[in-house]
Structures are given as structure tokens and as C-alpha cells.
């Protein structure tokens, strides 16, 4: 009679050698850890859909203020990639706005949450939009998640962001990455 252990022993260290570099072959890359060696004026970003797009650009910002309907003045920063050498992203901007605040937007993170009810400057929000050359020439635009700005002066803007957009037909785009922002004039 034949010992049935033979092969199980046999996968069972099969199994608990390789399957650890199973799991581990695709890992999406630390970004925190490049954050220290990206250059002014680009963004390192991971696009997913269904697939994933490792994705360097330039990116640049603005600040301004301005003055809603209610009187109250708003701080906004623009936001924007260059979609000169993106590959699969066609176009990524932001509007992130907050009333009150006449000195600009203070380091920290911001939460997309709610929808805008479009692209005005006086809103207390982010505004975000993506165009993917991966879902034709529907536009996305965000409805989840966050914004976080680690630095600020008056030429540069150094921040990450986790942020999922959403289409018309409910297809998700989910950008990740990190970006250290020139300031649109001084380009």
C-alpha cells in the first residue's frame, strides 16, 4: 500500500515556498518612497482600470482667491497635468477650494466627498476630472477620496493623492501617486 502523505507533504512544500512570491509579484510601488527624489514640476501616478499604467508627467499649480455669490472670499488651487507625455491619461485636473481662508489653503489633507455642482471657484471642496485614453472619450470625474498636500511655498507644491473618479456609464478609474507641483508662471 502506498503512503497517500507522499504528495500532499510534497505540495504542501510546494506550496509554502513559492506561493509567498505568488503573492507578493504584483505589488503596486511604494510612491511615499520617491517622493524625496521626484522633481519639481511632476507627478508620479499608478492609473487602474481593470489594469494598471505606471504614469510620469509634469503637473503644475495655481492659487488664487475669489469672492463667491454669499460675499465670503475663497482660497482655490488649480491643479493640473501636462498631457504632453502621459500615455494612457489624456488629462487630470483639480479645483481644490475652501471659503474663508484669504491667506491660502493650509498643508493637510482634503477629502473628496461630495460632488461639486461644477466648475465654479467659489465651492468648499475638490472638484477633480480625468480623461483616459482607456475609456474612449468619456470623461471621469471624482467622487471619492483624498488629497494631501505635505508642502507649499510660492513656487512649488508637494502633496499625494489617492482619488477615485467615476464616468457616466459607472466605470471606475482609481489614480493613485505623488506630485511635486511648479507654480504655473514660474514654468
Known amino acids: 500500500m502506498e503512503k497517500p502523505f507522499i504528495p500532499v507533504r510534497s505540495l504542501l512544500l510546494w506550496v ?20 524625496n527624489h521626484l522633481p519639481v514640476g511632476t507627478c508620479h501616478l499608478v492609473l487602474s482600470k481593470g489594469l494598471s499604467a505606471d504614469i510620469m508627467g509634469s503637473m503644475e499649480f495655481d492659487t488664487s482667491l475669489s469672492k463667491g455669490p454669499n460675499g465670503r472670499t475663497y482660497s482655490v488651487i ?7 507625455q502621459t500615455g494612457n491619461l489624456k488629462s487630470l485636473g ?19 466627498g461630495r460632488r461639486s455642482e461644477g466648475f465654479l471657484p467659489y465651492f468648499d471642496g475638490i472638484f477633480g476630472f480625468a480623461n483616459s485614453k482607456l475609456s474612449g472619450e468619456l470623461p471621469f470625474f471624482a467622487s471619492e477620496g483624498t488629497i494631501t498636500i505635505t508642502h507649499a511655498d510660492s513656487g512649488n507644491l ?10 457616466s456609464d459607472s466605470k471606475r478609474l482609481i489614480i ?7 507654480r504655473a508662471e514660474l514654468r
Not at 488649480?78 to 504632453?84: E, F, V
Not at 483639480?94 to 473628496?112: D, E, M, T, V
Not at 508637494?158 to 464616468?167: A, C, L, R
Open 94 to 112: 483639480f479645483l481644490i477650494s475652501r471659503p474663508n481662508q484669504a491667506k491660502g489653503i493650509a498643508l493637510g489633507s482634503y477629502n473628496i
Open 158 to 167: 508637494t502633496g499625494n493623492m489617492d482619488v477615485v473618479f467615476m464616468n
Open 78 to 84: 488649480t491643479l493640473q497635468m501636462d498631457n504632453a
Open 16 to 35: 509554502l515556498t513559492f506561493a509567498p512570491l505568488l503573492f507578493t509579484s504584483y505589488i503596486s510601488p511604494d510612491l511615499s518612497d520617491q517622493g
Open 176 to 182: 493613485k501617486g505623488i506630485f511635486k507641483a511648479s
